[in-house]
């Protein structure tokens, strides 16, 4: 994994605005509409892999993504690579945050308004097997094409966390909550060591560990949360065991949507449940307005970072059309700077920009131009923090 030597590198969270067409696609597919054709979907997402890697070039992105192009959500898509998930006619209701079921006419208006994603949640039903890895192999070979023809030599690439498939895909099959986390250790253990024996830096997408406690498990006491988190701590590494920690990422967060968000559980919580995870690089959020001035928790806790951790503060909002002044950018970058030094910072995304297929609260022109604001920020703080070396 590239780090900061002489400036400060910059990254984001992984998904990016997807086109109407890309969108499309995705829906005729997981819907299995008469007219999906594997052919044209496999063109179709071919093309906007390009075009994604090549608009992050153009915005300044060092270390950059397939913008997640394949992916209906970052979470549902793996029913379509592994067996034990199926749509339910008759599926639970769909969980809603804490915090917005207490102010139920906003969460409403958010629904009404198209605020609210819109794709079918697979249940599990069935023993967890690899069904098919196609789509995988699809995916790398596009992203690796696109970074050959914008002169990228380093990548990451997403997929999701065993807690947060637990998290978002209810268990109707495995005896206890234990024993699904274990299975989907197992299973996505063949997809993360898939994605970085083809030479990309593997990105493991874990909002379980600070959004689960206000969704699935709003009705536990934090230390029940924790236990819950350690145990897909647990499975996480689990299933990285083969992958050196250099070759790993991980994104942590409190949920991609405009709200109060004063059920988060905060970041002191979860600080040593975190750090246990093997991954060297941490996503957090770090700018929204309920997490912001938790870069006073890393430098409290700063002598119980393990020394090999890379931080990635979210330096860009991503739930609003507000672009960062690039002078604040740096000034979050250099807050981080100072609590793990200049070499082990680089400059992220609070959350995805494009979470799920048709659906941000960023207009896609306006994420780029927050994309760029970060990179103006990042060589603004490489200024400042290489100023006397």
Partial sequence: ????????????????????????????????????????????????????????????????????MSKISYATYIRHRFNGFEISTKPPPRATPRDLDEHPEFRDSLAARGGTPKYHRPICTGPITVRDLSGLHQDIANFKAAMTAHGYDEGFMNAASPGVIAVFQPNEY????????????????????????AGLILQIDCPDLAMGRHIRFRDLDDAGFLRQA??????LNAACA?????????????????????CDIGLERVFDVVMKAKPQAV????????????????QDRKADIPD???????????????????NLIA??????????????????????????????????????EKIGAMAQGAHIASQRLWATS
């Fill in 283 to 298: 996503l957090v959020e770090a700018c929204n307005p309920r997490h912001a001035h938790e870069w006073s928790v890393w």
């Fill in 1 to 68: 994994m590239k780090t900061s030597q002489n400036r400060i590198l910059t990254t984001h969270v992984g998904s990016l605005p997807r086109s109407q067409a890309v969108v499309d696609q995705l829906f005729a597919q997981d819907q299995s509409k008469p007219e999906f054709s594997q052919d044209q979907f496999d063109a179709v997402m071919t093309q906007a892999v390009h075009d994604i890697v090549g608009k992050q070039k153009a915005a300044g992105v060092d270390i950059p993504s397939d913008g997640e």
């Fill in 308 to 326: 090999n951790k890379i931080l990635v503060p979210g330096v860009l909002d991503t739930t609003t059309n507000f672009v960062e002044h690039p």
């Fill in 174 to 197: 495995y005896a206890s909550n234990d024993a699904y986390i274990a299975a989907l250790s197992d299973a996505m253990r063949v997809e993360y060591e898939t994605i970085v024996n």
């Fill in 230 to 235: 350690e145990l897909q701590v647990e499975a």
């Fill in 331 to 368: 000034e979050r970058i250099e807050r981080y700077a100072s609590v793990v030094g200049r070499e082990r910072v680089m400059a992220g995304s609070d959350c995805g920009f494009g979470t799920f297929a048709g659906f941000g609260a960023v207009h896609p022109s306006i994420t780029f």
């Fill in 242 to 262: 083969n992958i050196p920690a250099d070759r790993l990422r991980m994104h942590l967060c409190w949920g991609n949507y405009e709200g109060p968000h004063t």
